[in-house]
């Protein structure tokens, strides 16, 4: 199918609701007019998203069908070794600007114009909607979001018609107040069921019946926590100079920085110590750091602390390191892109195995999707082919999280995102439109959906989304 015969595309992504407890609700009748519709689609029950598991990730792969590491898109702050301070997208820089050159002709808003966003963190669309009182229900956890979000919606439907329509309706707020499960997340849920008919019949009228495609997913689940590891004072206290994370500017004297994204996705950069910050220590170094006349083991001591859980370093140009407080493992790719794991001293740190055979990405997704770190295999080592990444990158142990007491802006916080656990990766899809398959599908991964909308827009395909969605 031509770009230019393919159908409207509207996607709908409603951040960071829990997967199990849309799948609860949705299949016990909880959300009627959602089944009703959407039983003459396709529902991926299990969808496996992007690590980190923030919205920027997320949003990279289905616009692109590629990962964080290869989008650049490895969530709202990074470091710069460059301008040697922080880079925080909501204030002194944006996505669009970084993400990856190669893969910008390729994505679904250059195939499917006009198109129009709302709430949307790549600003990649034709026209990007900033919708003030929607961003004030949002920033109080308001249902009042979803009215607001559908009335819009359904009026640039109407007035606009624009080939691809993509906008999120926002569970961050309510996640990180209430805990990953709660009753407001449900009532939300419930509203947006009950308003989405109304989102339908604008759609019917604007492009016809059945002739457009709909899909609606969550970007990314989130964890309960309730202890919190300030990775900026733990690198104080071992004396390696952070860079502050309060204040955007350059840091000439920093020799490392810590953030994290998500807040429960760490992120670590060090200085190399005689070339300074335009090149990476490497991974001899950074398990023989050397620091005002003694040697720093930094993968040992971060695995050491209560508050992570892994720590992932770049071994070689194919194998990464993934290590525990238990434990440390290889992640190896061979020339044939087939990836295994294997543990080398200790205990298992994910679970895996001692020793896996090698296996494509199809396989990994199938043989980890349903386990507490699924496509870690496949995720872990993609994170180092970013310009941007760091030198290490942590998953916050179970009930914890990284973020600083000082920018916690919440009355409480009771979860967070951002982390490897199957309860922040595992979502769920729903799709309904022409070529459509009518199915239930036990498993996917979230470029699945780019691997359809490129079918439909004559894109090129990529190696990690599997077609599954078409009859």
Request: glycine content about 6%.
């Amino acid at each position: 199918m031509s770009a230019k015969q393919s159908p409207p595309i509207v996607i709908i992504w409603l951040d960071c609701v829990a997967g199990d407890l849309f799948r609860e609700m949705y299949e016990n009748g909880r959300l009627p007019n959602l089944y009703e519709y959407f039983s003459q689609g396709a529902y991926i029950r299990k969808m496996v998203t992007t690590f980190p598991t923030v919205t920027e990730s997320a949003e990279g792969a289905v616009i692109s069908g590629h990962l964080a590491g290869e989008t650049n898109m490895l969530g709202e702050r990074l470091f710069s070794r460059k301008e040697h301070e922080i880079i925080h997208y909501k204030f002194n820089a944006r996505t669009i600007e970084d993400f990856n050159p190669g893969l910008r002709q390729a994505i679904i808003d250059r195939a499917a114009q006009p198109s129009i966003a709302m709430g949307r963190t790549i600003a990649s669309a034709d026209r990007n909607i900033v919708d003030l009182k929607a961003a004030k229900y949002e920033r109080t956890g308001s249902p009042e979001l979803v009215r607001r979000r559908i009335e819009v919606a359904s009026t640039l439907a109407l007035a606009e018609k624009p080939r691809l329509l993509f906008f999120s309706i926002s569970f961050d707020y309510i996640s990180h107040v209430y805990g990953r499960r709660n009753q407001q997340a449900e009532k939300m849920l419930q509203e947006f069921d009950k308003q989405f008919p109304q989102l339908i019949a604008a759609l019917n009228q604007a492009y016809g019946k059945n002739q457009y495609l709909i899909t609606v997913f969550s970007d990314h689940g989130s964890a309960n926590v309730c202890k919190h590891l300030d990775l900026t004072k733990l690198l104080q206290e071992h004396d390696l100079a952070p860079a502050p994370t309060d204040l955007l500017a350059p840091a000439e004297s920093a020799t490392s920085a810590a953030l994290s994204n998500g807040r429960r996705s760490g992120v670590i950069y060090l200085r190399h110590p005689s070339e300074g910050w335009r090149k990476s220590p490497g991974y001899r170094l950074l398990r023989n750091y050397p620091h005002k006349g003694r040697r720093i083991d930094l993968v040992k001591l971060l695995a050491e602390e209560p508050g992570v859980k892994h720590v992932y370093a770049k071994k070689d140009a194919n194998t990464v390191l993934v290590a525990s407080q238990e434990g440390e493992a290889e992640i190896q790719r061979d020339p044939e892109d087939r990836l295994r794991y294997r543990v080398v001293k200790g205990n298992d740190p994910l679970g895996y195995g001692e020793e896996t055979e090698w296996l494509t990405e199809e396989e990994w997704l199938k043989a980890s999707y349903d386990s507490e770190y699924p496509d870690a295999a496949v995720q872990i080592p993609l994170l180092f082919k970013s310009k941007l990444a760091g030198d290490i990158f942590l998953n916050a142990a179970p009930g914890w999280d990284f973020w600083e007491p000082w920018d916690i802006p919440y009355p409480r916080l009771r979860a967070s995102h951002g982390g490897l656990t199957r309860e922040e990766m595992v979502t769920f899809l729903l799709i309904r439109g022409p070529g459509i398959k009518q199915a239930t599908i036990e498993y996917g991964r979230i470029t699945d959906l780019y691997a359809t909308l490129a079918r439909y827009l004559d894109l090129p395909p990529t190696s990690h989304g599997t077609e599954r969605l078409l009859s």
